[in-house]
């Protein structure tokens, strides 16, 4: 399927909804992802691990949604794409009224573009707060971050 076959999957079920609501939703995903604009006719089993991850948000969100669920979308890109994933996210909080729950294992990344995080372990709530208060904590700092306190 082609990244615009892709995005009419994503919004099929909007189909009764007016043509101007497909379009409208659709520049607001070229905005956030430009590349996919430039590639609306390519097959997508033929892009970058991260524009199949942009892809896969992209049509996500022209079902429009109220919250988008992502669990792990680095995993497997390059740093580089991870900042540009991350700066993405960013984006949509901007550009999109969508909230995200971000489950990441790369918490200084999730970090930086989260209001509120929780941090996990054994399956339990250790610690919660603001992204200030985790990135503040010398918990966080030392155990998930890597870094000396």
């Given amino acids: 399927m082609?990244?615009?076959d892709n995005f009419r999957l994503g919004a099929y079920h909007l189909?009764?909804?007016a043509r101007?609501?497909?379009?409208?939703?659709?520049?607001?995903?070229f905005r956030v992802f430009p590349v996919l604009k430039d590639r609306h006719k390519q097959r997508a089993g033929t892009m970058s691990g991260g524009q199949q991850q942009m892809l896969a948000i992209g049509r996500d969100l022209m079902g429009r949604p109220?919250?988008?669920?992502?669990?792990e979308p680095s995993t497997g890109l390059a740093p580089l794409l991870v900042l540009e994933l991350m700066d993405t996210l960013a984006q949509l909080r901007e550009h999109t009224q969508?909230?995200?729950?971000?489950a990441e294992q790369n918490a200084e990344a999730a970090?930086?573009?989260?209001?509120?995080?929780?941090?996990l372990g054994a399956g339990r709530v250790m610690m919660e707060g603001s992204t200030r208060q985790l990135i503040d904590s010398n918990i966080v700092k030392s155990v998930y971050l890597g870094k000396l306190v």
Avoid: W
């Fill in 20 to 29: 101007h609501d497909f379009e409208s939703t659709l520049e607001t995903v």
């Fill in 98 to 102: 969508v909230a995200i729950l971000l």
């Fill in 111 to 119: 970090l930086k573009i989260a209001d509120r995080g929780y941090v």
């Fill in 15 to 17: 189909r009764r909804q």
């Fill in 2 to 4: 082609t990244v615009m």
């Fill in 66 to 71: 109220e919250l988008l669920l992502l669990d």
